[in-house]
C-alpha cells in the first residue's frame, strides 16, 4: 500500500521556536497533500491544501503566515509552524492521495508541544 | 451549519459480536464516504470508500452502508477481535474537486476478550 512518512514525530521546543514538519509519499506521486490539525479526541481540522509548484490553499480562519506550506517536488510538503506559542501545541497530520476520489494516505503525525 | 456526527460515546463489545457504528451528516452531499482507523498517537489508516450511488461495501469482516436519503453511513465489524479496538472516523468528500475531506470525531470501539 501506499507509504506516507511524517517527520519528526515529537517536538518540544520553546514558545517563539519555529518548527519544520516533511511530509514525503515513499512510493507515489503527489500533486496534492493535506495538512490537518487534531487536538485531544477533536476531529481531524483541515488546516490547508499543498498544490505541488503553486501556493497552498488555506482553510478559513487559518493564518498563512503563520502556517508557511511548501510543496516543491511531487513527494515533498513541508508545514513551518512560525513562532510558535503554547496554543499552537497540538497533533500535526499530513495526507497524501493518488487523485480525487481516492483514499488519502496518512502519515503518522508530529506531536508539537510548545513550551 | 455543515456537522458530521458519530458517537462521542465509546462503544464496547464483547469479542465475537458485531460491532456498529453510526455516521450521521448535515448540510453536505458528499460523492462518497471513507471510514478510517486510527490508533493512539498515529495517523489514520484507511478502511473503506463507498460512492454515492453504492448501497453497501463489504471488505473481510468490515461492512458500509450509505443511505444519502437519510444522510447516514452505518459501519459494521463482524465476529469483532480485540485487535479491533481502536477509533473509527469517518469522512466526507466536500465535493468539490479537490479531494478535500471533513472528519468526524470519530467512536472508539473496545473489544472485550
Known amino acids: 500500500g501506499a507509504v506516507v512518512s511524517q517527520h519528526p514525530s515529537r517536538v518540544i521546543c520553546k514558545s517563539g521556536t519555529s518548527v519544520k514538519i516533511e511530509c514525503r509519499s515513499l512510493?507515489?506521486?503527489?500533486?496534492?497533500m493535506f495538512w490537518y490539525r487534531q487536538f485531544p479526541k477533536q476531529s481531524l481540522m483541515l488546516m490547508a491544501t499543498s498544490n505541488e509548484g503553486s501556493k497552498a490553499t488555506y482553510e478559513q480562519g487559518v493564518e498563512k503566515d503563520k502556517f508557511l506550506i511548501n510543496h516543491a517536488s511531487l513527494t515533498l510538503s513541508t508545514l513551518t509552524v512560525t513562532s510558535a506559542h503554547p496554543e499552537d501545541s497540538s497533533f500535526y497530520i499530513c495526507s497524501a492521495g493518488r487523485s480525487g476520489n481516492q483514499p488519502q494516505h496518512f502519515g503518522d503525525g508530529t506531536r508539537l508541544s510548545i513550551l | 451549519s455543515q456537522k458530521i456526527e458519530q458517537n462521542s460515546e465509546a462503544l464496547n463489545i464483547q469479542e465475537g459480536k458485531t460491532a456498529t457504528l453510526t455516521c450521521n451528516y448535515t448540510?453536505?452531499?458528499?460523492?462518497?464516504l471513507q471510514w478510517y482507523r486510527q490508533d493512539p498517537g498515529r495517523g489514520p489508516v484507511f478502511l473503506l470508500l463507498i460512492r454515492e450511488n453504492e448501497k453497501e461495501k463489504r471488505k473481510e469482516r468490515l461492512k458500509v452502508t450509505f443511505d444519502t436519503t437519510l444522510k447516514q453511513s452505518l459501519f459494521h465489524i463482524t465476529a469483532s477481535q480485540p485487535a479491533d479496538s481502536a477509533t473509527y472516523l469517518c469522512?466526507?468528500?466536500?465535493?468539490?474537486?479537490?479531494?478535500?475531506?471533513?472528519f468526524g470525531k470519530g467512536n472508539q470501539v473496545v473489544v472485550i476478550p
Open positions: 469522512a466526507l468528500d466536500m465535493k468539490d474537486g479537490n479531494n478535500r475531506l471533513a
Open positions: 448540510n453536505y452531499s458528499p460523492a462518497y
Open positions: 512510493d507515489f506521486q503527489a500533486t496534492t
